[in-house]
């Protein structure tokens, strides 16, 4: 590690008190100046660190810049973690990286993508600084017919992460994007990495889109869009990928969506269902495989997987 990237990951562990400069020297075997010049490049790179006479550094708790070392001392388990100014996609780059063998838990994380991809061939509006743009490598005992379960199961535990820092609820729309306000401010895409030698080196990549302070979205859904407004990025994106890998184990009992249906707010309401063909219906249940049953005009029930769904009451419209 650099002498920046060692003095950024103490000033995190001390955040919000004073550490001498003399102290980081001794620490890290360096010179008193190669401290200065880490500290210099820091607050370069947004990071609100004051310095005082005889008090020395500090990284103010209102300090809000994404990094490996802000997100790495909060993950309960030993992660690699990769942050990028800017990336095409979050989900190719994990892609590429789970193909170059990536272990689980696996977090990359863009500033802004330029390239950011929703379900169905959509684009994820992706701007600079004020969203977080996530990806994390998955490896879940399920099978290719139980994606959905990743899928419920990541919704599920980004939504219980933002209402831990905003205190007000997120609520889901089946099957992968979350609601605060009336309004969509996470969307979540699931993909696939397979071995294609037969082999059982099967990871998913879970990306997910998390509008901040994001505004001026573009007019086709700017009706629709909202943010969660400021939060901590750095301990967002570490209780997202810690939940994660806590659920992933469990995904084959499907225990998680007891708790999801209690979110996902299309459940006893009339949907319109868009997929080749679009119809009114009513949703009645998630079934154990994570999908949507419907209840038809006639009574009948079937259930939805991968057809979109969007709720026809106005406030979500």
């Known amino acids: 590690m650099s002498v920046k990237s060692n003095v950024l990951t103490i000033l995190e562990e001390r955040k919000g008190d004073s550490v001498s400069g003399e102290e980081l020297a001794i620490t890290l075997g360096v010179s008193r100046t190669a401290v200065w010049k880490a500290v210099k490049s820091l607050i370069s790179d947004g990071h609100d660190v004051t310095a005082t006479t005889n008090k020395g550094y500090v990284l103010h708790e209102k300090s809000n810049v994404l990094s490996v070392e802000g997100i790495s001392r909060l993950l309960e388990k030993e992660c690699d973690v990769f942050v990028y100014d800017t990336l095409v996609s979050t989900n190719d780059t994990a892609k590429i990286k789970a193909i170059e063998g990536a272990k689980e838990g696996t977090v990359v994380v863009a500033k802004e993508q330029i390239g950011g991809k929703g379900r169905r061939g959509r684009s994820f509006f992706s701007p600079n600084d004020s969203g977080i743009y ?13 994606s959905t379960l990743i899928t419920t199961a990541s919704a599920l535990v980004t939504a219980n992460a933002i209402e831990d820092l905003i205190q007000k609820p997120a609520s889901i729309k089946w099957v992968n994007d979350i609601y605060v306000d009336g309004k969509k401010c996470v969307g979540i895409l ?20 998390i509008n901040l302070t994001t505004n001026n979205f573009p007019s086709d859904f700017a009706h629709r869009a909202g943010n969660i407004g400021e939060v901590s990025k750095n301990l967002l994106v570490a209780k997202i990928v810690n939940g994660l890998l806590k659920i992933s184990s469990t995904l084959k009992d499907s225990k998680h969506l007891t708790e999801y249906k209690k979110k996902c707010f299309l459940l006893g309401k009339e949907v319109l269902v868009c997929g080749k063909e679009q119809y009114i219906t009513f949703a009645r249940d998630i079934d154990e495989k994570g999908r949507l049953v419907v209840e038809l005009a006639d009574g009948s029930t079937m259930t939805l997987n991968n057809e979109e769904v969007s709720a026809k009451l106005n406030e979500y419209a």
């Open 190 to 209: 699931t993909e696939g990495v397979f071995d294609l030698d037969g082999g059982n080196n099967h990871k998913i990549i879970v990306g997910i889109g």
């Open 134 to 146: 996530m990806s994390v490598i998955l490896s879940p005992d399920v099978t290719p017919e139980d």
